[in-house]
């Protein structure tokens, strides 16, 4: 078993955690870069995995910088299960949706009045693509042991590391 850190590592921004256990993947919460800009360019660089060999994602909570980049990884190719709580679900509903909406305001806005380095400047994802995302979610309940790829399981207190066992 092997576990890689993509993000929230010299940062308290952008989670994203890839557990390798033979040729399963499991990733750990997906999220943005927040805060200073050349935090948020982060989020435009190339994911160092591809997104179509992830087998899930479990999510931890709604907030963007664990579930934000979410969007992203479906259109670069994960096809897989999102596994959150009935509550996580309901939040990232609101919350992805609103992000893309915003994202397209700001580019629309930069276009608008040429500050981009970018002719047009686009934005990060649109907020189709965060519905597009949510048909990817599987609500769990908070108690409930799951195995998000074959031979990984997952309990319990939101997924924390020590709870997952291959």
Known sequence: MQLSFFG???????SRYLLTCGERRVLVDCGLFQGY????L???SRLPFAANEVDAVLLTHAHLDHSGYLPLLVKNGFKGPIYATNATLELCRILLPDSGHLQEEQAQFANRHGFSKHSPALPLYTEQDA???LKRFRAVS??????PAPGVRASRRTFRASTIRA
């Open 131 to 133: 519905h597009h995302c």
């Open 37 to 40: 800009k050349h935090l948020r």
């Open 142 to 147: 908070f108690a409930e042991e799951i195995e």
């Open 8 to 14: 929230a590592t010299q940062t308290v921004t952008g």
């Open 42 to 44: 982060k989020n435009w």
